[in-house]
């Protein structure tokens, strides 16, 4: 399954969402919410950086985390960026392709 790397940015309710529910039960929330669509949590870890919460997890394929996204921000109280994570082999791989490119103005 395609590993993705979830960002998010709590609201100002979603503060007080967390401040009533807790950092434990926000965590249960995300792994279930991961596990009804198929998919698995590797990590949920909150932060004082640039985002609230980083999740890491498994998920079907791009278009179930697509969903994820919409359904995560139509509910409100976080805004949440959602990435591709790549292994090293697929890395490996994807600069294998000897692939042909013009550079714009060239």
């Given at each position: 399954?395609?590993?993705f790397?979830?960002?998010?940015?709590?609201?100002?309710?979603?503060?007080?969402?967390?401040?009533?529910?807790?950092?434990?039960?926000?965590?249960?929330?995300?792994?279930?919410?991961?596990?009804?669509?198929?998919?698995?949590?590797?990590?949920?870890?909150?932060?004082?950086?640039?985002?609230?919460?980083?999740?890491?997890?498994?998920?079907?394929?791009?278009?179930?985390?697509?969903a994820?996204?919409?359904?995560?921000?139509?509910?409100?109280?976080?805004?949440?960026?959602?990435?591709?994570?790549?292994?090293?082999e697929?890395?490996?791989?994807?600069?294998?392709?000897?692939?042909?490119?013009?550079?714009?103005?060239?």
């Amino acid at each position: 399954m395609p590993k993705f790397l979830l960002e998010s940015t709590f609201t100002t309710d979603g503060v007080r969402g967390l401040v009533n529910d807790g950092g434990s039960k926000r965590a249960e929330v995300i792994r279930s919410t991961v596990a009804a669509i198929g998919g698995q949590t590797e990590s949920v870890h909150f932060s004082f950086g640039k985002y609230d919460t980083y999740v890491v997890c498994d998920l079907p394929d791009h278009k179930t985390a697509a969903a994820l996204t919409v359904a995560v921000r139509a509910a409100g109280g976080v805004q949440t960026r959602v990435t591709p994570l790549l292994t090293p082999e697929e890395v490996d791989e994807a600069t294998g392709m000897r692939l042909t490119y013009q550079a714009p103005g060239k």
